[in-house]
């Protein structure tokens, strides 16, 4: 029932901004994770940013390669999560997929995320 739908990517120049959104449905856990990643041509996927809820607390983490220029968010309702990407470099093309679980431990690993979106293509020119 758990569905993530991503949109918000295109092309930009390095420098610019980019607002990617995921929209969940199916979502009823008062515990989860919700992750980017990101993953280019012939490379590994890689953690990009996550959100974690756990209870009534909500956790921010963000991977080192995007700490002060990403940021991870959600709506108040908890429908969608969002990656607000600022001051963009050519080497954060990638294509960017939203993941989420129930397993809130490895929030950093992919093997660890259950449900995925079927990504959206950022692409940074110089």
């Known amino acids: 029932q758990v569905h993530l739908v991503e949109s918000g990517g295109g092309l930009v120049q390095a420098g610019g901004s980019l607002r990617l959104s995921c929209a969940a449905s199916?979502?009823?856990?008062?515990?989860?994770?919700m992750a980017w990643f990101r993953q280019a041509p012939g490379k590994e996927r890689e953690f990009v940013a996550a959100i974690r809820r756990i209870g009534h607390t909500t956790h921010l983490n963000h991977a080192d390669s995007v700490k002060g220029r990403f940021t991870i968010s959600r709506d108040n309702a908890e429908s969608s999560v969002y990656l607000q990407m600022n001051s963009l470099k050519p080497e954060d093309t990638a294509v960017y997929y939203c993941?989420?679980?129930?397993?809130?431990?490895?929030?950093?690993?992919?093997?660890?995320?259950?449900?995925w979106g079927q990504g959206t293509q950022v692409t940074v020119s110089s």
């Open positions: 993941a989420a679980t129930y397993n809130i431990g490895r929030y950093y690993s992919a093997v660890y995320y259950n449900y």
């Open positions: 199916g979502w009823t856990s008062s515990t989860y994770a």
